[in-house]
């Protein structure tokens, strides 16, 4: 899964982050992966989002099926607090779970210092269409290093198209192409691996 932080009720220029790779995020003023000014009680260094492991999982299946974990964790390094708002309206205090560090599960809102600052982490689909018959384990292996997901079969939930030499031009193909889908190549997977954070989702020129 690619992993999404959005502001909710974004000031003008406010960013959003999408995170590709496993790692540890700061999160705070200044100097950190991921910078929030909108709340004066937001510290320098406020937490560290812990990305264990990234897990592809299939877009396709319902929600319901899909594997709770998500291999994210939080950890609060602040004075004022981090907060977890649950969908069923619950608020947990991060620096009061064991070693300050909470899991983050797709869908809860994270609020930094006094609540001005408050985010959506959820799933980011990136989806990448590609020929059935050059899909193997090395392709594989660096598609789900990013959290994508790869399908043989074009659908408009498709965010782009994978294409390597000798690819056969199907049906699904040209659909996929009249559907404007970003056309990338494998060198493109590399780069968004290396850089792990972004504040914008990757297209054709990434």
Known sequence: MVWGLFP???LPGEDKYYIFSKGNYKVGRKGCDIIINKDKG????HAEILVDEMISLNPFQDKSS???????RIKDCSKYGTFINKNLGSKE?????????????DGDLVSFGTGNATYRFCYAPLILFVDSFQVNAPLQEKVSSIGA???SKFCQECTHILVQHHMRV???????????KPLVDVSWLEVVAEKSIRTDFPGCNS
Request: aromatic share 4%; charged share 30%.
């Open 8 to 10: 909710i009720d974004p």
């Open 42 to 45: 937001v510290s320098r260094v």
């Open 66 to 72: 899909k594997v709770s974990t998500t291999r994210v």
């Open 93 to 105: 205090k991060v620096h009061e779970f064991p070693n300050k560090e909470a899991t983050l599960k």
């Open 149 to 151: 997901f790869i399908t």
């Open 170 to 180: 199907k049906g699904e193909l040209l659909d996929a192409i009249v559907a404007k």
